[in-house]
């Protein structure tokens, strides 16, 4: 689907370089400033949610990361959306693309809030972000996806004729991609472009029959995400309460103080349930030597890095003297911390 939407925004600019639209500081990051073919998307696993979106992600193999190009014009005209194009999923990659829905409804529900991003109070609407930040109507789509795939993803991959679960996934991901598509994704996502893209022992995900090594993008995601939601969750301790209230946990008697703790234990037990995941990078070959080549692949990210609740340089495409060092210094402990549980 993300292809089909460059094979159409090339197409219509055939004079572009390919770099043109790509967003900074990797791509020049121009505007789309016309609108693009009628462009039909039909997924055939529940994940991406790319049918919904403005974004196109791919590889760029000559610096091993991974960027995209967002604008709104690049959404597709129509999707359609039926499960039955999911009933053959085997179980690995049914839960590597539920794991993709999980973290972009729990990103897109725990991205700074709309009012505190300053790039969406750009006055020329063709400059204004495709990501606007967490808002009363992405919360909507976002929390319907989170509570669906908490319920539905482990039915789903332990029973591949559980036809209700495939539904209720097919929903969930298309859900999750309105709710992130408006709001966006934050630091699951930014690191996992460079966790995915260097792949730096070769990994090879057990249940994928593909002849060269793969960090699937949804394993890539959620394998920081205990490390993630402890991080952000300081910044709006009642939202990462009902997240993990999502997964069952009974809140009731819990501190707001201990949201963070809170949501990442109930990752973790959720990613044990799945089972097949990783319990941490190292398990992926990665090692503390490799943290650093990490960041410097998601500092790039800056597309996602500023809706990141909490990390130095919130809500800003620029970032002061001394906060790129301060910014690096953080991914850092997020990605060691993230190293085992
Ligand atoms: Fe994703």
Redesign the pocket.
């Known amino acids: 689907m993300d292809t089909a939407k460059m094979i159409n925004l090339y197409g219509c600019y055939p004079e572009a370089d390919l770099m043109d639209f790509v967003n900074a500081p990797l791509g020049k990051g121009l505007p789309i400033d016309k609108p693009l073919k009628p462009l039909i998307c039909i997924p055939t696993t529940a994940?991406?949610?790319a049918e919904t979106t403005g974004t196109a992600?791919f590889d760029i193999v000559s610096s091993s990361t991974k960027t995209g190009i967002s604008h709104r014009n690049l959404k597709p005209t129509l999707g359609i959306i039926d499960s039955l194009n999911t009933h053959t999923l085997p179980p690995a990659i049914t839960a590597s693309t539920g794991l993709?829905v999980l973290?972009?409804s729990l990103e897109s529900l725990t991205a700074i809030p709309y009012q505190k991003r300053e790039a969406a109070k750009s006055g020329n609407p063709l400059h204004r972000p495709a990501y606007q930040g967490a808002n009363p109507i992405s919360d909507v789509f976002s929390f319907t996806a989170l509570k669906l795939c908490a319920e539905y993803l482990p039915r789903a991959t332990h029973d591949q004729g559980d036809v209700e679960a495939r539904e209720k996934m097919a929903h969930a991901a298309t859900l999750a991609g309105v709710g992130?598509g408006n709001a966006g994704?934050h630091l699951c996502?930014g690191m996992?472009y460079p966790i995915s893209g260097l792949n730096p022992a070769g990994y090879k995900h057990p249940g994928y029959s593909v002849p060269h090594p793969i960090i699937p993008?949804?394993v890539s995601?959620a394998v920081t995400a205990p490390a993630v939601f402890k991080f952000t969750a300081s910044s709006s301790p009642e939202r990462h309460l009902q997240a993990a209230e999502a997964f069952g946990v009974n809140i009731n008697n819990v501190k707001r103080e201990s949201a963070g703790e809170v949501l990442s234990e109930a990752i973790k037990r959720f990613l044990e349930k799945l089972g097949g995941q990783p319990r941490g990078l190292k398990e992926l070959g990665i090692k503390r030597g490799d943290i650093d080549k990490l960041v410097d692949g998601t500092v790039p990210q800056r597309r996602v890095l500023v809706l990141a609740p909490g990390l130095v340089g919130e809500g800003r495409v620029v970032m002061q003297e001394g906060e790129v060092e301060a910014q690096r210094g953080e991914l850092a402990g997020l990605l060691e911390e993230a190293m085992e549980w």
């Open positions: 994940g991406t949610g992600i993709d973290c972009h992130f994704v996502h996992s993008h949804g995601v």
